[in-house]
């Protein structure tokens, strides 16, 4: 038993005089493979946004709105074909001051965006091979055919995606499984090892007698893969003039001065795990590639 389909069908959007609040409200139809498949089989299927989630539309992202409810019923009594109803409402933040409407271990994770600018090595030209892979890209090197040592640096821009939630429980090892870790696999439509994950803050609180953990996550998407790239080269004694010099090495382990010989050594050097249990952010981890 299980969802065998899922179409889009209507979507539609509505602007209110109270506070400039906003909604939409978009409708799916849903096949399932048995009569006998649950409401709650409909709606968490990973095809249909789930509450929280932010507005994805076909013209528009929303972060400021959120799913706040789902609805499923039959279509003209048919068991296997259903109407999934998602609505979305503006979501407002919390005063500190006042009560929690909510308890923290059911409020909406929230997201934000930051930009890091890093220093990385120039090992070659980049623009030369396709992005991600350095097949086929030409070493910076000088005149003489000589890689620099230190290599010559650029400037990066990366993005990093901040993620605020809250839970009832803290791990001991979550500090540490939690940092310096990559995606192992392909995660929210992103190639494995391009998200590189650290838990940057943990607050205790306490709400109504009750206590809870407030998480600070980060996500870095880095699309040449959080692996590291070397240039493959030494000083070795020059067979013209055995003076000790620097020279490439190709990828038999032999010394040249052709650039297009050069040969990239790719070290994976974090931990890596599988990110499918970060069910809460998928959804905004795809918009870290578009960027």
């Known amino acids: ?96 001051s006042e009560p929690w409407e909510v308890q923290p271990s059911d409020r909406i994770p929230r997201i934000s965006w930051r930009f890091d600018r890093v220093m990385l090595p120039v090992w070659g030209d980049f623009n030369d091979g396709a992005p991600g892979d350095l097949d086929g890209d030409k070493p910076m090197t000088n005149s003489k055919g000589q890689p620099f040592s230190p290599p010559i ?20 090892a979550e500090l540490a499984d939690n940092t310096d870790v990559v995606n192992s696999t392909t995660y929210g439509g992103l190639p494995d090892r ?29 699309r040449r893969t959080w692996d590291r790239y070397v240039l493959d080269y030494g000083y070795f004694p020059d067979p013209a003039t055995g003076d000790i010099r620097l020279f490439l090495i190709d990828s038999g382990g032999n010394i040249t001065t052709e650039t297009t010989n050069a040969n990239y050594l790719q070290k994976r050097v974090y931990r890596e795990a599988d990110f499918s249990t970060f069910r809460f952010i998928d959804r905004y981890v795809t918009l870290l590639g578009a960027i």
């Not at 640096?153 to 001991?172: F, G, H, I, K, S």
């Not at 007698?209 to 996550?217: A, I, L, P, Q």
């Open 153 to 172: 640096q650029y400037e990066v821009t990366m993005p990093v995606l901040q993620v605020r939630a809250w839970d009832t429980n803290l791990r001991t």
């Open 194 to 222: 391009t998200l590189k994950l650290n838990i940057t803050g943990v607050e205790e609180i306490f709400v109504e007698g009750r206590r809870y953990w407030e998480k600070h996550y980060e996500l870095a998407y880095n």
């Open 1 to 96: 038993m299980a969802v065998t389909s899922v179409r889009q069908l209507t979507a539609r959007g509505g602007a209110f005089q109270e506070r400039n609040a906003r909604g939409y409200q978009i409708r799916y139809i849903v096949e399932t493979s048995s009569k006998l498949d649950s409401v709650n089989t409909i709606l968490t299927d990973a095809r249909l946004p789930q509450v929280g989630d932010a507005y994805f539309g076909n013209d528009r992202f929303d972060f400021g709105v959120r799913v706040v409810r789902q609805n499923a019923r039959h279509i003209g009594g048919d068991p296997k074909l259903w109407y999934v109803d998602i609505q979305y409402a503006n979501v407002q933040e919390e005063d500190p």
